[in-house]
């Protein structure tokens, strides 16, 4: 996501407008979520997508006139069964796409979203995409734990929207659309409000300079994450050998995740895998990772020397219950072996416990596809109405 953002930054600094479009209202079985972006670019180049292909045409027109003429325009997209000529998502759902020229005058406060997010902090763009008196569609407002710039045009909404944008960002950063005013106003009667929560990647952090080191970095940043090579063998532990991490460091491996989480730079959605099959390192490693509140602890190995491991850990003082939310032998079983598909596997754990899934094979599975992430239970919108 950051990638997509970086590259909308380029052409803004440049002076030359571009095509945004972004979904911001999913329901049912549709391919992509709240949040979702995709690029029209001057040179006609399109990065980004905002359904599995159904309406990217559609949404490429949209925004090649909203870049003509400057005029925002919400678009709803839904099945389309009875029609086969209309434009719709042939997989089922309906999502909303607002569409927006992005330039320096409609989007001032771009260079300052991009300046944060470039300092790893966690941001909210709140994006006013139904209109309503001095409120017009398209104005932007930033938030961050640190302040607030831009405008609605109306400091009533201003105060609701980065107020949302601060309750979601504490709770995780779960991106939101909500009519803001009266509790009771009727649809159009006051504005409507897209906060996009745009968090940080989550860090991975690989062990052991390996084959499978290399194979599990481009995995991870295929996933998204901020990629962390680590091994205390400068001989191995090389740039040129990690060419998909983000960066490789010598330095034992224990003392680089404690140094880590000392700086405040691990948190709970932190992935850490031991891939050195030596003792010497995972264990003290391993030992560090479980008293951390991480996403995913994972140590590569056979079920031999994962009983070893096991054993070892105990001894070291670590309680059943951290023992238990180690991963190892890392990864599902997929019958693969070599660095690729070991890779491949151990990703696929790591997004099994990340999205609560059940491993099942789709096709022997009934019921929805995609998980909808609920609205978070606790949040109260003080004088909107959520439209999750």
């Known amino acids: 996501m950051n990638d997509m953002w970086e590259r909308l930054h380029r052409w803004w600094e440049a002076g030359t407008p571009c095509g945004l479009a972004t979904v911001v209202s999913a329901y049912g079985s549709a391919p992509r979520r709240p949040g979702a972006l995709m690029i029209c670019a001057p040179d006609g180049t399109v990065t980004g997508s905002v359904s599995g292909g159904c309406v990217e045409g559609a949404v490429y027109d949209l925004a090649q006139q909203a870049v003509r003429d400057g005029v925002p ?55 006013v995409v139904e209109p309503h008196g001095s409120v017009p569609a398209g104005a932007h407002l930033v938030h961050w734990s640190g302040g607030t710039t831009g405008s609605t045009g109306d400091p009533a909404v201003d105060a609701e929207a980065a107020g949302v944008a601060g309750r979601l960002l504490a709770q995780g950063g779960s991106s939101h659309v909500f009519r803001t005013g009266s509790g009771d106003a009727s649809p159009g009667a006051a504005p409507r409000v897209f906060v996009n929560c745009l968090a940080p990647p989550p860090r991975m952090l690989v062990y052991g300079a390996t084959e499978f080191a290399s194979a599990l970095t481009r995995q991870g940043a295929l996933l998204g994450f901020r990629v962390t090579v680590c091994d205390a063998r400068p001989v191995f532990t090389t740039p040129e050998r990690f060419p998909d991490a983000d960066e490789v460091v010598v330095d034992w491996p224990h003392r680089h995740l404690a140094a880590e989480a000392a700086a405040g730079r691990i948190d709970h959605s932190t992935v850490v895998v ?57 990864g599902l079983d997929l019958g693969g072996a070599d660095p690729a598909e070991t890779a491949l596997s151990i990703a696929s754990e790591i997004l099994l416990r990340r999205h609560s899934g059940t491993g099942d094979r789709l096709s022997a599975t009934e019921g929805a596809i995609h998980r909808t992430s609920p609205a978070p239970g606790d949040i109260r919108f003080a004088a909107g109405r959520s439209e999750r």
């Not at 010497?280 to 056979?302: C, E, I, N, W």
């Open 73 to 127: 325009v919400l678009e709803r997209y839904a099945v389309s069964d009875d029609d086969a000529g209309a434009v719709g998502l042939t997989c089922g759902g309906t999502i909303q796409v607002f569409v927006e020229r992005i330039d320096r005058r409609s989007f001032p406060e771009l260079g300052l979203l991009v300046e944060r997010m470039r300092a790893g902090d966690a941001v909210a763009l709140a994006t």
């Open 274 to 330: 031991s891939l050195t099959h030596d003792p010497k390192f995972d264990v003290p490693l391993l030992q560090t990772a479980l008293r951390m509140d991480l996403a995913y602890v994972g140590a590569l190995g056979s079920r031999r020397t994962a009983g070893r491991r096991r054993a070892s850990l105990r001894a070291a003082g670590v309680r059943n219950d951290r023992l238990a939310r180690l991963c190892s032998p890392a």
